[in-house]
């Protein structure tokens, strides 16, 4: 399980660590795409077909909705190697969606990890 908050540096060649509590769960190989409310998700391979299936609530038939939300989720995943020092590339299209600057906070959700925007973050823990 993922839980905490971590504020983090982002390089201007867009690279960052992830937090060691959440590297060794996650492995050596992860999955970052687009999540909601404008932040990102990131997970192991090993448990992004789980996180899927939770969000589509393991659906047979391919309705609207489910095809939404697999067009959101699915098409902007990259798979994403995680080097010897822990930290990532964060893909441009993905750093341009969810705005992110010269800080982020890896926030653990329970199964997952959620990147977000230092500023946009500190906005929303004022609520």
């Given at each position: 399980?993922?839980?905490?908050?971590?504020?983090?540096?982002?390089?201007?060649?867009?690279?960052?660590?992830?937090?060691?509590?959440?590297?060794?769960k996650l492995g050596s190989s992860v999955i970052l795409a687009k999540w909601y409310e404008n932040c990102l998700v990131l997970v192991g391979t090993d448990s992004w077909s789980a996180l899927l299936e939770r969000l589509t609530g393991g659906e047979k038939m391919i309705i609207e909705p489910i095809r939404e939300t697999e067009h959101f989720i699915f098409a902007s995943a990259y798979e994403v190697e995680?080097?010897?020092?822990?930290?990532?590339?964060?893909?441009?299209?993905?750093?341009?969606?969810?705005?992110?600057?010269?800080?982020?906070?890896?926030?653990?959700?329970?199964?997952?990890?959620?990147?977000?925007?230092k500023e946009t973050w500190d906005e929303k823990e004022k609520l």
């Amino acid at each position: 399980m993922f839980v905490g908050t971590y504020l983090v540096s982002v390089t201007s060649g867009k690279r960052t660590s992830i937090p060691s509590v959440f590297r060794q769960k996650l492995g050596s190989s992860v999955i970052l795409a687009k999540w909601y409310e404008n932040c990102l998700v990131l997970v192991g391979t090993d448990s992004w077909s789980a996180l899927l299936e939770r969000l589509t609530g393991g659906e047979k038939m391919i309705i609207e909705p489910i095809r939404e939300t697999e067009h959101f989720i699915f098409a902007s995943a990259y798979e994403v190697e995680v080097d010897e020092q822990g930290r990532v590339v964060l893909p441009d299209r993905l750093v341009s969606y969810a705005n992110l600057g010269e800080q982020v906070y890896f926030l653990g959700i329970g199964d997952r990890v959620e990147i977000w925007k230092k500023e946009t973050w500190d906005e929303k823990e004022k609520l």
